[in-house]
Structures are given as structure tokens and as C-alpha cells.
């Protein structure tokens, strides 16, 4: 069963930072958070993921609260290409299976 | 980076009769793939677990006999979807691990299935 809650839509303006919340806040010491986005009628395409430490890569920076129990999808530079549906993801390092929670529907409004 | 094809994109098939979707990963061995269902405005949902040579897992009511997974090598993974009918009309997406040294799990980028 899915680990994680995300407010189920959020819009943001062109060009300005995306902030995507996740609360897990039942994650356990093993367990990472993933991001994932899916454009519609694909499939997902991995954004980033961590442990504790937050992280940055190309497309996004991710940062994770002390406690782990919530996370920050941030899109630093928002485009109309990045409206797609947002899903958090806790899965264990010892673990393949990812369920997938509802997700953030994300708008980027011209 | 890691890549994950599906195919076919889209089919249609008529109710009663079988179709096989096929996940292959291109450059990469993948020991498990999975497989989701997704409906229409809802998130995906996991189906099975495929493990190479050796039968799949199957998630709590998810038919066995309905969704028949075959994993026979380290780069397909297959799912036929058995006696459809129009309830089974779905986007179908399998996801593989491509390892350690790479980033995240690699998904195939979809199946629409239409059964009429």
C-alpha cells in the first residue's frame, strides 16, 4: 500500500519554483523517497530520489525534512512542459515494489 | 540511460480473445519486472511482480489465471491479458530495476488496451 500523501493538485506560474509536499511520515530507516512524473498516457519518468540528505540533480532538487517524515519536490524553474502528475514514492533499499499514492497534479499556467 | 520498451503502444482487440504485451529491457538484464494497471484519471496500480524463471508474484486480487506473466530471460518479460472483455480496457505499464550505478527504476511507456 502506498506510504505517502500529496495534495492532490497545484499550479504554478511559469517560470517561477514548483514546491511539491509529501508526507511519510511512517517511513522506515531503510526506505527511500522516489519522485516520479507521467505526462499523460505515458509512462512515469524518474525525477530524483534520496535517503536523508537532500538532493539536486538536472531537473530537480529534493529536500527532506530531519525526521524524514515529509519531503520537497522542487522544480526550480517551472515550465509548461513540467505539468504532469507528481508521485512520491517510499520504497525499501531491500525492496522492489513501488506503489504509487494519487499523486499532485501539477499545472504550469502561462 | 536505462531503457525499458513496451510494445505494442496501443492495441484493440475484440471481447473473448488473448492479447500479449511484451517488456523488454534494452540494455540492461532485469531479473524482475513489474507490471501496472492504470484507469483512467486514477494513479497506477501494481499487478505483479516478474521473476526471471521462476513463477510471478501477484498482488492481492489480481486473477493469476487472467493476467498470465512469463519472464522466460534476463531482458522480456511478458503479459497476456486472457478471455478480455471490456472491463480489462486499460493502460498497462511494466517497470524494470536497472541496478546499482543507475538512477531509479525505468518504466516502459505504456499499453493501451481497448477491448470491444
Known amino acids: 500500500d502506498a506510504k505517502t500523501t500529496q495534495p492532490p493538485s497545484m499550479d504554478c506560474a511559469e517560470g517561477r519554483a514548483a514546491n511539491l509536499p509529501c508526507n511519510h511520515s511512517t517511513i522506515s530507516g531503510n526506505e527511500y523517497v522516489y519522485w516520479y512524473r507521467q505526462i499523460h498516457s505515458q509512462g512515469p519518468q524518474y525525477i530524483i530520489h534520496g535517503l536523508k540528505n537532500n538532493e539536486t540533480n538536472e531537473m530537480a532538487s529534493l529536500i527532506i525534512t530531519e525526521d524524514r517524515k515529509s519531503s520537497t519536490l522542487i522544480l526550480p524553474h517551472a515550465t509548461l512542459r513540467d505539468t504532469a502528475v507528481y508521485y512520491c514514492i517510499v520504497v525499501s533499499n531491500t525492496g522492489n515494489q513501488f506503489y504509487f499514492g494519487t499523486g499532485t497534479s501539477l499545472t504550469v499556467i502561462p | 540511460g536505462a531503457v525499458v520498451s513496451q510494445h505494442p503502444s496501443r492495441v484493440i482487440c475484440k471481447s473473448g480473445t488473448s492479447v500479449k504485451i511484451e517488456c523488454r529491457s534494452l540494455d540492461f538484464q532485469a531479473t524482475t519486472m513489474f507490471w501496472y494497471r492504470q484507469f483512467p484519471k486514477q494513479s497506477l496500480m501494481l499487478m505483479a511482480t516478474?521473476?526471471?524463471?521462476?513463477?510471478?508474484?501477484?498482488e492481492q486480487g489480481v486473477e493469476k489465471d487472467k493476467f498470465l506473466i512469463n519472464h522466460a530471460s534476463l531482458t522480456l518479460s511478458t503479459l497476456t491479458v486472457t478471455s478480455a472483455h471490456p472491463e480489462d480496457s486499460s493502460f498497462y505499464i511494466c517497470?524494470?530495476?536497472?541496478?546499482?550505478?543507475?538512477?531509479?527504476?525505468?518504466f516502459g511507456s505504456g499499453t493501451r488496451l481497448t477491448v470491444v
Open positions: 517497470s524494470a530495476n536497472p541496478g546499482q550505478g543507475r538512477d531509479g527504476y525505468t
Open positions: 516478474s521473476n526471471e524463471g521462476s513463477k510471478a508474484t501477484y
